[in-house]
């Protein structure tokens, strides 16, 4: 059994003691992948591994096609420049991630990878409605969590799917059940969110505390935290009863698992 059952078996599914390995834009930093983040060589290099779960972000390009893309714009990562928004498909797909992978669509990369599932960080207002019916048209109910830094962006997701995707909790549910001091005020405050998907600090701060964790499982929510790579902070966020982590690190996140018998590979 695990530490909280949130009724969603995208979270619910892992074997007991085991733990939510998610591929940060499939391992962006892994020595193999330097510069080629959020491609599906990226991908394809955490499946091999044996990773279930990757995490990537969505942006709608100006002819209303899902990219899987991190940044607003083509300047960081790609051979080319410009926003997302205001270019067609034709025209992002001109493009290479540092000079070699093209960026690929939200239906490649799902239609890739059949038997994994997918956290999902909608990037832009205009992107949640084409990600929720592309959920529905691609029968996704089970093999996505959906979330966001806006509000607004998650709250419209939640109700075009009717709370039938677990979705991660905004910033308004996060800070609720971060600062309440009792599992019976989290239960009142909590919001709909099924996983906080939080990073471990913000400077001094630290979100990520063992009262957290113990109201977030004993009001049915996980707890993921991003984005996290050093072995060390993975032993101790681990040790303190966290139920996933990201990273970009698959090659040290998948060994420290494996140490500490929580790997888990489907």
Not at 122 to 129: L, N, P, R, T, W
Request: proline share 4%; aromatic share 6%; hydrophobic share 40%.
């Amino acid at each position: 059994m695990r530490s909280a059952t949130t009724g969603f078996g995208y979270l619910d599914d892992v074997p007991s003691g085991a733990v939510l390995a998610f591929a940060h834009r499939g391992g962006a930093h892994h020595p193999d992948l330097t510069g080629v983040e959020n491609s599906l060589r990226a991908f394809r290099h955490a499946a091999d591994l044996g990773y279930r779960y990757l995490e990537t972000d969505v942006h709608l390009t100006r002819d209303g096609v899902l990219v899987a893309f991190h940044d607003e714009s083509l300047d960081r990562v790609t051979d080319r420049t410009g926003p997302v928004a205001g270019l067609t498909l034709a025209e992002v797909q001109q493009a290479r991630i540092n000079g070699a992978e093209p960026v690929p669509t939200l239906a490649e990369l799902v239609a890739a990878f059949p038997g994994l599932r997918f956290n999902i960080d909608i990037k832009s207002a205009a992107a949640v409605a084409p990600l929720a019916r592309f959920v529905a048209e691609h029968d996704l109910w089970d093999r996505v969590c959906v979330g966001s830094f806006s509000v607004r962006r998650t709250r419209r997701f939640r109700r075009l799917t009717a709370g039938r995707v677990p979705t991660a909790a905004h910033l308004g549910e996060i800070l609720a059940l971060r600062l309440v001091p009792s599992a019976r005020l989290a239960r009142i405050v909590g919001g709909r969110g099924r996983a906080l998907q939080v990073p471990h600090r913000r400077g001094r701060f630290r979100v990520v505390t063992a009262g957290l964790v113990r109201r977030a499982h004993a009001t049915g929510r996980q707890v993921h935290v991003w984005t996290v790579d050093s072995p060390e902070e993975m032993h101790e966020l681990l040790d303190r009863g966290v139920d996933g982590l990201f990273t970009d690190r698959t090659d040290v996140l998948k060994d420290v698992l494996l140490e500490r018998d929580q790997w888990w590979s489907g």
